[in-house]
């Protein structure tokens, strides 16, 4: 595919954006007029009902889908590049585990400081760098790709048993908190915190943007990377740092979310067919964008007749691809 | 050119000692021996990777041990026995990552990088391929791109790690003439190690031999003498 067809490609996604977050808005249960949503946000009136429902759940969850999917997308197209692998992502490999575990750990301890947004995002983040770097060191003494998924998946395994053992400790309130984050929910977020979301967010994807020429040569393999002149230690840690970054705030905030990190990064490279990253960075922020903004649309469609948990339904989506890719091409 | 200066290389213990060795301008090199005695442990030293046990090495009388990652990576380029070929990823943007070492923070490629590219190409005579993905070609036309992309590293020194192992006779054949006329006209310096010895000794290679746990350079050779050298424990 010739350069010009890429670009047009990704300005026609960049036009469905806008199309899809107005759907999003438009798609729950009660109907509200565009010039609502304007005064909520410029001429905000707290005793109309319709604009505090705008300002406290509309708004938040859209732009929360938003930068749920580009993130986790853009910190499973890093994970995949990084271990050279396209099985890799935030998911399988224990990324929102390790964030889950610390997230569990504190909001059952109770301490107040964990429950403010800082020490939210820190506790993630501290987790998810922490699971990163285990499966780094874990996946230099692999052979197959295959294997990687299996160690993810026992680290996802025993985390969440000691997650349970925690819960069985656990009091009433907290452990209720902790269940309903971790069915993960687009819901959680409020007016407040989305100016911190989204500085953190667009501060990821312009690190990630700075990270352009090692990526491209990563795609080669570490071992041709550093013959190449590539720092690797340094860039390993710089890439895994901006992974747990992002893969952290949407855990922190949303809970884990399946599979997103994983099948989006794989459709961007089947779509543009390029290795090109920062062609793929833009690919993966919009789809990602795109994908999480229609799940969610059609969650709250249906939430008038049953409520689906999100992670329930990205794994519907995303279990059935991954079966897909297997089958297309893991040694 | 490469001057080995009676080194030593192994991982923990000395797996292989040489003596006093220089390698010049113009040639090619090939290295022999058996499997485990430390072929690829000598390239990895060569490179950089791994560090010598004992004595010293120096490219164009610059010590190896004194060179920065990135003037290292402008003198010596290396090609792995076998690329594998990655999905979506064209010839030429393979090709083109081996400017790597000279090009910007978000490694923009300027139209002379782009120059050396298809010169170079024209050179190994690969210049249909470039539109292809790596992983739709054959062995050895992937071969010979692993050979491009080291060449536009524009580097004095290319060592080569059993580049012929995974290709049939004609495309051994292949890869050593254009190796051989490459070195020739652009003088540079190549080591190759492999275990094509009929085809060194048909296009009359000198050899770096590795044999009991040591490494010598022998400007002519016969068959016989070098299946003898090799033979011993």
């Known amino acids: 595919m010739k350069d010009k067809s890429l670009r047009s490609l990704i300005i026609c996604l960049l036009g469905l954006l806008p199309i899809a977050m107005y759907l999003h808005l438009m798609s729950g249960q009660i109907e509200l007029s565009f010039s609502s949503y304007w005064k909520a946000l410029f001429d905000f009136n707290p005793k109309d009902t319709y604009q505090v429902l705008i300002r406290e759940f509309r708004l938040p969850r859209m732009v929360m889908a938003l930068v749920a999917g580009a993130g986790l997308s853009l910190s499973g197209m890093l994970m995949q590049t990084l271990f050279k692998n396209p099985l890799a992502g935030p998911y399988v490999l224990g990324i929102n585990s390790g964030a889950s575990l610390l997230i569990a750990l504190s909001m059952m301890t109770g301490i107040q400081f964990f429950q403010s947004n800082f020490g939210l995002i820190g506790t993630a983040l501290i987790g998810a760098m922490g699971a990163g770097l285990l499966m780094m060191s874990v996946a230099q003494r692999l052979k197959s790709q295959i294997s990687l998924l299996l160690v993810g998946l026992m680290f996802g395994s025993f985390t969440a048993a000691l997650v349970s053992m925690m819960e069985s400790k656990a009091g009433a309130e907290s452990l209720k908190s902790f269940t309903m984050w971790s069915m993960g929910s687009l819901q959680q977020v409020t007016f407040e915190q989305l100016p911190l979301i989204l500085t953190t967010f667009i501060l990821s994807v312009i690190l990630v943007f700075l990270a352009v020429k090692p990526l491209n040569v990563l795609v080669l393999g570490e071992k041709s990377a550093g013959l190449l002149g590539i720092h690797i230690q340094r860039t390993r840690l710089f890439i895994l740092g901006i992974t747990a970054l992002l893969a952290g705030l949407v855990t922190a905030f949303c809970g884990p979310i399946a599979f997103v990190g994983m099948a989006i990064p794989n459709l961007t490279r089947i779509l543009f067919r390029t290795t090109h990253h920062t062609t793929l960075i833009c690919g993966n922020l919009l789809i990602g964008a795109l994908f999480l903004l229609g799940m969610d649309s059609f969650i709250q469609l249906l939430e008038g007749q049953f409520s689906i948990p999100l992670n329930a339904f990205t794994s519907l989506v995303g279990a059935p691809f991954v079966v897909f890719l297997v089958m297309r091409k893991i040694k | ?233």
Not at chain 2, 6 to 28: F, P, T, W
Not at chain 2, 69 to 96: H, P
Not at chain 2, 130 to 135: A, I, L, P, Q, Y
Not at chain 2, 143 to 167: G, M, S
Request: proline fraction near 3%; include cysteine; charge should be negative.
């Open chain 2, 1 to 233: 050119m490469i001057r080995i200066h009676h080194i030593a290389v192994g991982y923990h213990q000395v797996l292989l000692r040489s003596e006093d060795i220089q390698l010049n301008a113009g040639k090619v090199y090939a290295l022999v021996g058996r499997n485990g005695i430390g072929k690829s442990t000598l390239l990895q030293s060569l490179t950089g990777a791994l560090p010598l046990l004992e004595g010293k090495v120096s490219f164009m009388n610059d010590d190896l041990s004194s060179l920065s990652r990135i003037e290292l990576v402008k003198r010596v380029a290396v090609v792995e026995s076998r690329f594998e070929g990655i999905e979506y990823l064209k010839v030429k943007d393979y090709i083109a990552l081996g400017r790597t070492p000279y090009t910007d923070a978000f490694g923009q490629l300027t139209t002379q990088d782009w120059e050396v590219i298809q010169q170079t190409a024209s050179a190994i005579g690969i210049r249909s391929l470039m539109e292809k993905f790596t992983d739709q070609i054959s062995d050895g036309e992937r071969q010979l791109c692993a050979v491009a992309r080291a060449f536009v590293q524009e580097t004095p020194i290319i060592l080569l790690d059993e580049p012929t192992a995974f290709l049939d006779y004609l495309n051994r054949q292949k890869l050593l003439n254009i190796l051989i006329a490459l070195s020739k006209n652009q003088q540079k310096c190549m080591l190759l190690s492999t275990h094509d010895l009929e085809l060194c000794l048909k296009a009359e290679l000198p050899l770096l031999l590795a044999s009991s746990g040591k490494l010598s350079l022998k400007e002519h050779f016969n068959l016989e003498e070098v299946l003898f050298e090799m033979s011993k424990p």
